[in-house]
């Protein structure tokens, strides 16, 4: 099954199912891409929780190592954006790249979760760039400026709960319709499971809550008013455009 978050005619947020390009709420419907409803990010989370160089040829194209266990960084809530958005980036910056990502969405509080029990605690799965400011991001250890800022988390556009979801999901991203990222969830270096057991060790998981889990090789820089795609298999594809100063 499929959700969309979106916002009715009237102005209330709604949460609808969402089949074959129709969203159904109550005795409505609406086509997603109409003018009618504005679809916005499917959760509202307390953070983001990214996990940096989890597939190994993206290690190996950034000239880094794969890590020993999950490398963590997160970005805050303001850095959402939702499908068909125009993200405008910091301005002054030489390279922007995209980052196709599988997200995972947490459906429950959950804390010291074990890897058998993980699944349980996800409510769905959905699309995100993880759009990247090189320039800061290679001057600093915690990466604010690099992946924290207002609009580097590009979400959506539905949530499929995990069972429409294959395990080896094709990750893609595409720019202005030309294919740049085709990796598989199959080669995450830590998988789900494990990642929230790393990650509830820590921090205590909210619902709506969002793990993304890494980008595979072919990321790269973007140019003012492209428009990417980033696809997951059993999910859809978002897009959005992005907005360079």
Known sequence: MKHVRF??????????????????FAN????????????????????????GRNYADHADE??????????LFLKPPSALAGHGDTVTVPAGKDRIDYEAELAVVIGEQCR???????????????CM??????????QEKNWVRGKAFDGAA?????????DEVPDDAAVR?????DLKQDGTRDQ???PIPELIAEITTYLTLEPGDIIATGTPEGVGPLADGDEIEIEVEGVGTLEHTVCIP
Do not use: W
């Open 188 to 190: 995450l270096i830590f």
């Open 154 to 162: 590009p979400l959506g556009p539905v949530l499929a709960t995990p």
């Open 7 to 24: 916002r009715d005619p009237a102005g209330a947020v709604r949460r609808g199912k969402y089949q074959d390009g129709i969203v159904h």
């Open 28 to 51: 409505e419907s609406y086509d997603k891409e109409s003018d009618e409803i504005d679809v916005l990010p499917p959760c509202e989370p307390s953070k983001i929780v990214c996990i």
């Open 112 to 126: 010291h979760v074990p890897e058998d029990d993980a699944m349980d605690a996800v409510e769905g799965i959905t």
């Open 129 to 138: 760039n993880d759009i990247s400011n090189r320039d800061d991001q290679r």
């Open 173 to 177: 991203s595409r720019v202005n319709g």
């Open 62 to 71: 950034m000239d880094s190592t794969v890590p020993d266990q999950p490398l």
